[in-house]
Every structure is written in C-alpha cells, then in structure tokens.
C-alpha cells in the first residue's frame, strides 16, 4: 500500500510515501521526512505539543491526516515563528523542560499574528489548548507581552506588517529594563 | 478499477488508489462512500483521529471531507442559516455569532483554539456523542439536519437525529451536508459545567432559546442522557411574555425542576447521576434568568 503525496513544510516542497491512509501529520513530519519541531505527547489533541500552522490556521498535527495536506502549507516551529517569540521565552523563564516549547511558540506566533497586543485574558484563551508541566505559565504570559513590545517597536521602525516571521535573532543578555518582570536569562538548549 | 486509476483527483499511486479519496462535491463525496462501503470520511479529523492514532479504528480507506466546497460553507436563507456540515466551530464563532448566538457560545466551549480550527458540526453530528456541544443549542433551536446519499436528500430534525449513546439517524451510506438553524428569535444561552475552563467534556449542559414573538420556549440538554434531550414538559412552562410583570422565583425554581426532570442521567467517572440533575436545573435557572434580563434590556 502506497500513497504519495508533496505539500509544503516550512517553505520547502517535500514528497511524502504513506502506507495507510490515517498517518498523522505529526508521525509524517517526525517520522518520514525528519522534522522532529513538532513534539508527539499524547497524540489526541490534548496537549499541543504537535501544534503547527496549517495554511496558516494552528492546528494539532497529531489529529490532521497526513493525506488531507496534498500541495497546503505546513509551518512548524522552525518556519512558523518570529525572533522576538523565541527571544522572548528565553528572556522571561517560559522554557523548563521544554518540551512544550515548540507548541506554545507557534500557538503564540499565531496570536500574535492575529493580536499585537493581547490582553492577559486573550492570551489565556489563546493558549488553552497548550499545556505546560513546567512553568505554571506566568512567565509564558509575560514573555507573549514581551515579544508583542518587542514585535510592535520592530514593527515601528520598519513599517514591516505585523504577521511577517522574522529571521532568528542572536541570543538574549540580560537587560535591566524588561519589561513585565523578565529577569532571567536562559541559556541554548535543544529538545 | 483501470478507468478509476486515471482520476486526477486521486494522488495515491500504484494498486492502492482505494487508500484515500479527495471527491470536492457531494455528489461525488456520497457516490464514494456507496462505491467503498467501510470507508471512513474525515472532516476535521479530531474526532476519528484519535480513535485512528490509539489503533481502535484503522480503516482501510478514507474520504476527505475537507475538499468538499459545498459542505464548508454557510448561507443565510431568510429565517434560518444553512450550514455546512464542514464549516469549523472557529468560523461559526466569528461569523455567526450575532443571528445564531446559542450554537456561537456553545462553539466556544469546544476544546481549544486549535480544536475549534478544524472541527465541525458535521462531525460532531455524526459521532453522536451525548456530550457532543453542538447538540443541546441545535435541539434548542430547532435545527434540521440535511443529509445525502446516492438516493437524495433527505431532512430529520434534530430531536429525531440522535437514536442511542453515539448512535443516529445516519446510515452507513450516507454523510450530512448541512444544519439549518433558525435564526434567534429572541435571547439564547448555553451553559457547561466541566472540570475547569477550557478543553473538557460536559459534565452536563443546557441551552435555552427564547422566541419572543412566538413566545416559545427551547430547552437541550447535553451530557445527561443517552442521547441529547429536549426538555419538553420544560418548554411548555407559562413566562410573563405579555410585560405583565417580572419573572417570578416560582416560574424559574419550577422550570429548573422541569429541565432536570427530563434528563435521563447516569454515574460515570465525569459526575454522578444526581450531581448531573441538580447542576442541570441550576443551569436552566440561571439561563432563563439570563435571557429574561436580556429581554427586559430590550423591552426598556
Ligand atoms: C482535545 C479535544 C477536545 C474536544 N473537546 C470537545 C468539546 O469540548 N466539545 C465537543 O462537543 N467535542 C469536543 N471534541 C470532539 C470533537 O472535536 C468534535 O466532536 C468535533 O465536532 C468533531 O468534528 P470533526 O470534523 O473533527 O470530525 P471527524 O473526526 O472528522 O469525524 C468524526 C466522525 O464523523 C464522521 N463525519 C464527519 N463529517 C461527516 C459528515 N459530513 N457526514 C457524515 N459523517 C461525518 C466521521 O466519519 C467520523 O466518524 C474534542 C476533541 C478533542 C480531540
Ligand atoms: S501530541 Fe498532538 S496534541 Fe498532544
Ligand atoms: S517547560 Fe516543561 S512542559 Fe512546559
């Protein structure tokens, strides 16, 4: 049994060979063609781990068949988020574990996309589908505040639009005027 | 089987062309399904995905709904809206939010914003689960579902829709095309009692629906029975419709009792069977209190 089919990941064309027709996109991008940014938790739409953007609408990768995704746009986190996100969980502490990571940075750069400036409530609701063990999720909140300050002064600068993924940024110093009480530096790790 | 290889719709390759079908309307879609009996369709996946990952479900072939034109779009029709099976809980929210508010606030409650990106009322239909949120503010509204086949069209209501613990009206050969929800006709309200806020399954639900010039009363109850329930002896409680005076505590203390009445409920490990009737008329009495007050905003 064999099923063949291209869509785009993280701007790239990629070709997929499926030997049945309920693969997951999650196992799909992992397992077949090596991109592991999505992480597979529990591979029922509870966690968000695998989150992704679909066509740029964020998705759980685990619950999207992978057929379904014929020539549509599959951004992980290695395509789908902004620096100022990934600096910004960084700075303010939202990274323990990190297994959680990949998930709440694009359901972030998502919200972003769509919010510049959400409020505590928003960003809450926003990121209901996201679980974290680790953190207790205030320093995930402030560190979404920090990247909209931070996405919002680029943005003034260089009158770029609002959902434009940005090139990566160097690592974060620890800087006395964060704001929102960031206050820790975290150093380069993988998971 | 050679004349279906050449399909240029179908990407699968080789023998196996069966594996998974893309038809892009329903005609297509349903002649499909009659051609591939056992072949699962697949709307947002969030339902029949998780039963295809954990390997209690492994079909053979599938049908993809999300192609389907037809099935995710919504139209106004005058009194009500017709709905894609396939339009997303995310777009119901967003666009139906001011004539279907009932369905929309019910909408909201579903998992998680990525959940709510891809599942449908067409899925939650068709898994019939009695804890599905889509059916307690259809039931309340008098909604139709429209479902297709080989044969035709054909069109239940929703109070004839559900026939058993995740059991329908819907036969093998046949997919649902379509809600048709009559449009608010007065205040609507849907309430959830769950574990915490976000991402949980009924414990037990209500939703109410208030046609002001009808003066007609919808009351559904999810999550407390083996099917999604209407609460009839409920809907034919007496409200102050002429103006004549406030709604008293007896009329709502009495409709409360009426709603947890009709529910038929069981223990299970989300709640027991008498916390399920109880939360329920609180619910039912808070959502006619709410509507009620709603109202009178609008008759002052
Ligand atoms: C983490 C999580 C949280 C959830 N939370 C909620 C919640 O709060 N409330 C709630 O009600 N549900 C919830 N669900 C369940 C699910 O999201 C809903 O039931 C959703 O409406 C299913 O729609 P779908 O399009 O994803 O269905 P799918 O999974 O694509 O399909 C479900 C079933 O319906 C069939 N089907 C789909 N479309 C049609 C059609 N047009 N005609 C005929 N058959 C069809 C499929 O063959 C399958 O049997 C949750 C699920 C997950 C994973
Ligand atoms: S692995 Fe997909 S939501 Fe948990
Ligand atoms: S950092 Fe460990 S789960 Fe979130």
Not at chain 1, 67 to 78: M, N, P, S
Not at chain 1, 147 to 158: D, G, I, L, P, V
Not at chain 2, 145 to 167: M, Q
């Amino acid at each position: 049994m064999r099923l063949e089919l291209t869509l785009l990941v993280d701007g790239e064309a990629v070709t997929a060979v499926l030997d049945r027709p309920g693969e997951s996109l999650l196992r799909t991008l992992r397992e077949r063609l090596g991109r592991t940014g999505a992480k597979n938790a529990c591979e029922q739409g509870e966690c968000g781990s695998c989150t992704v953007l679909l066509d740029g609408e964020a998705v759980v990768s685990c619950l999207v068949a992978t057929a379904q995704c014929e020539g549509r746009e599959v951004r992980t986190v290695a395509g789908a988020v902004p620096g100022e996100v990934r600096e910004a969980f960084a700075a303010c502490g939202a990274v323990q574990c990190g297994f959680c990571t990949p998930g709440l940075l694009v359901s972030v750069a998502d919200l972003l996309g769509r919010n510049p400036d959400p409020a505590d409530a928003e960003i809450r609701e926003a990121l209901a589908g996201n679980l974290c063990r680790c953190t207790g999720y205030e320093k995930i909140i402030e560190a979404v505040h920090r990247a909209a300050t931070a996405r919002t002064a680029e943005n003034t600068h260089t009158g770029a639009p609002g959902t434009r993924p940005l090139p990566p940024s160097p690592s974060p110093e620890k800087d006395p005027t964060l704001p929102h009480g960031c206050d820790s530096v975290m150093t380069e790790g993988r998971t | 089987m050679n004349t279906q290889l050449k399909d240029p719709n179908d990407v699968s390759v080789g023998r196996t062309k069966e594996m998974f079908h893309r038809p892009t309307d329903i005609e297509e879609a349903v002649s499909c399904l009659a051609a591939h009996p056992g072949a699962v369709p697949i709307a947002g996946g969030t339902d029949v995905m998780v039963g295809v990952n954990y390997r209690r479900l492994r079909p053979a072939a599938m049908i993809d709904l999300t192609g389907v034109v037809e099935l995710r779009e919504w139209s106004d029709e005058g009194d009500a809206i017709r709905i894609g099976a396939g339009v997303p809980y995310a777009r119901i929210i967003d666009d139906l939010g001011g004539v279907l508010p009932g369905l929309a606030a019910a909408s909201r409650t579903v998992g998680s914003p990525q959940i709510r990106n891809r599942g449908t009322l067409g899925g939650n239909l068709a898994t019939a689960s009695p804890a599905g949120d889509a059916h307690p503010p259809l039931l309340a509204a008098g909604a139709k579902v429209e479902i297709a086949s080989t044969a035709g069209r054909r069109t239940v209501p929703a109070a004839d829709f559900y026939t058993g613990p995740k059991r329908s009206v819907l036969a093998e050969s046949e997919l649902i095309a379509a809600v048709i929800v009559p449009k608010a006709a007065g205040p609507q309200q849907f309430l959830k009692v769950g574990n915490r806020g976000a991402m949980v399954i009924s414990v037990c639900s209500f939703a109410l629906s208030l046609d002001v010039e009808g003066r007609a009363v919808g009351a559904g109850i999810g999550s407390a029975g083996p099917t999604p329930l209407r609460a009839t002896e409920a809907e034919s409680i007496e409200l102050p419709w002429d103006k004549s005076g406030p709604l008293g505590d007896e009329t709502v203390e009495r409709f409360g009792a009426l709603v947890a009445e009709a529910a038929r409920p069981i223990d299970d490990v989300r709640g027991t069977a008498a916390y399920r009737r109880h939360a329920l008329a609180v619910c039912a009495r808070r959502a006619l209190l709410r509507a009620w007050k709603e109202l009178l905003c609008d008759w002052n």
